[in-house]
Nanobody, 124 residues
Framework: QAQLVESGGGLVQAGGSLRLSCAASGRTSSLYTMAWFRQAPGKEREFVAA????????YYADSVKGRFTISRDNAKNTAYLQMNSLKPEDTAVYYC?????????????????WGQGTQVTVRT
């Protein structure tokens, strides 16, 4: 089993930046990919970004491409989501997910482990 804990959410003005962190513990050696998803009130959970835990591949939703950057520090078993130029429509609970897929994927069902979520609120 692996455990994921997110941090770094908060309240920010439009145009501002936040960096989310996702610390993995437990059986992290079995994890090959990680991702960020988000869920806004009244909406379904949606894919944001994904990356290979040990490789160079990354994958972004069109809505965040060019503004968000996913990265990881393997030595710390921690993944990050740098969010710049934030917009009110980015307001959501952000979830970190990790799984055993070989390549980054946008499908939630490919990720077996999920964090508890961290709230991001962007105000105008």
């Amino acid at each position: 089993q692996a455990q994921l804990v997110e941090s770094g959410g908060g309240l920010v003005q439009a145009g501002g930046s936040l960096r989310l962190s996702c610390a993995a513990s437990g059986r992290t050696s079995s994890l090959y990919t990680m991702a960020w998803f988000r869920q806004a009130p009244g909406k379904e959970r949606e894919f944001v970004a994904a990356a290979s835990w040990r490789g160079a591949g990354t994958y972004y939703a069109d809505s965040v491409k060019g503004r968000f950057t996913i990265s990881r520090d393997n030595a710390k078993n921690t993944a990050y989501l740098q969010m710049n130029s934030l917009k009110p429509e980015d307001t959501a609970v952000y979830y970190c997910a990790a799984g055993r897929a070989i390549a980054p994927t946008r499908r939630a069902q490919d990720y077996a482990y999920w964090g508890q979520g961290t709230q991001v609120t962007v105000r105008t």
